[in-house]
């Protein structure tokens, strides 16, 4: 499995971080999870391309997440690709469906196919085998872990936005990587998210290998040595690194 960064940004994007996006490729399969502003620009970069992602997993609808969706689905219908799979939290059918009543002209260009999954749900997307979780956020949304088929153990785990919490560490516990939600230093304490010493006391006691921080506001910039060690002083004791877009790694 290899994992890329597309997007490791916020709703506050860079000039060098776009919002947030990955993808996931192996034995000729493609899965892009999230979606969100300048995504579909990084992935016309990489080798798949717009045309070799039909499937997209969403982690929740905050726009950050998933505002290149139309744009991905558009740049399919015209490159001549003829299915979009979309997979995503309770209520991404009536998400697409509203937008696609705004953008009449795009209904029926592709073979859309929607589907909706729940937390602690097991399923399979692009071939890689899945498990959800709840996460703690604004809004409703799903951590995931990725295996290489459905009876493979789970490699990498995906937190989306969330707040630091127990469980998200048990879920991930069985992972060799995590990337997680670190939007700020531990100076910005906000709701929804976490901050470092706040990640790294819930995977005190993980057994990740190593840990990417990712969906990063402008305000960590200058701050990520400080952030990766205030990670492994919270209790964390694998590998801190900060994620960056086009960022490429194999497990």
């Known amino acids: 499995m290899q994992v890329t960064f597309l997007g490791t940004g916020s709703a506050m994007p860079t000039g060098s971080r776009m919002q947030s996006g990955l993808l996931l490729t192996g034995d000729d399969r493609s899965l892009l ?8 620009h990084r992935l016309a970069n990489t080798e798949v391309g717009y045309e070799g992602v039909s499937s997209v997993l969403l982690t929740h609808h905050h726009l950050d997440h998933m505002s290149d969706l139309m744009a991905l689905l558009k740049a399919r219908w015209l490159a001549g690709e003829e299915h979009l799979e979309i997979v995503g939290p309770r209520g991404t059918k009536q998400l697409v469906d509203e937008l696609l009543s705004v953008y009449e002209y795009l209904e029926g260009r ?39 088929g459905h009876d493979e153990p789970p490699l990498f785990a995906f937190s989306g936005d969330t707040e630091a ?31 470092p010493t706040q990640l790294g006391k819930v995977l005190a006691d993980c057994a990740v290998e190593r840990l990417y921080l990712t969906h990063l506001y402008p305000h960590t910039d200058g701050n990520h040595d400080e952030m990766r060690n205030a990670v492994n002083a919270g209790g964390f004791d694998g590998e801190v690194r900060i994620a960056r877009d086009g960022l490429r790694f194999e497990i």
């Open 33 to 40: 999870v999230d979606c969100g502003s300048g995504v579909l």
């Open 110 to 148: 592709v073979d859309l196919r929607i589907r909706e999954v729940a937390a602690d749900q097991s399923f399979t997307v692009a071939g890689f085998g899945i498990e959800s979780h709840e996460t703690r956020h604004s809004m409703d949304g799903l951590a995931y872990r990725f295996s290489d």
């Open 165 to 195: 919490f127990a469980g998200i560490g048990r879920f991930a516990n069985d992972c060799r990587v995590l990337a997680h939600d670190c939007s700020f230093p531990d100076s910005i304490d906000v709701s929804g998210h976490p901050t």
